[in-house]
C-alpha cells in the first residue's frame, strides 16, 4: 500500500483533536484543526478557552496547530491529572456551542 495515504498516516487528520498530556510538572495540550475546518473553528481560540478555564497559557498559535500547558501548583490544588478531564469537557462543551460535536443522546447499542 501506498504510505502517503491517509489511512496510513492513521486516517484521522480530517478531524480536529486536542490532545492533553499529564506529567508531574505541567499539562501539555495540542489542538489540531484540519484545513477544511479552519473557517469554522479557530484553533487558538478553541485551545485558549480550554487554557483559560484552568489558568494555562498558550505557548505557540497557529491556524492548523497551537500549543499550551497548565502549570502544577500544589498551593492551588492545581494538579495535571486532576483537571485534564474538567478541561476535556471544556473542549468538548466548546465545539458543542459550535454544532461540531455529536450530542450524546444516551442511546446505547450495548
Known sequence: ?????????????????????????QLAVVAYVPEEKQKELSCEEWLTTVLKSQGGEVLTKGVDISTGCVKTNADKGVFPLKIREPMILEANNFLRKLGMFPEDNGDSDD
Not at 501506498?2 to 486536542?18: A, F, W, Y
Open 1 to 25: 500500500s501506498d504510505p502517503t495515504e491517509e489511512e496510513r498516516k492513521g486516517g484521522s487528520g480530517h478531524i480536529g483533536k486536542m490532545i492533553f498530556s499529564a506529567g508531574t510538572e
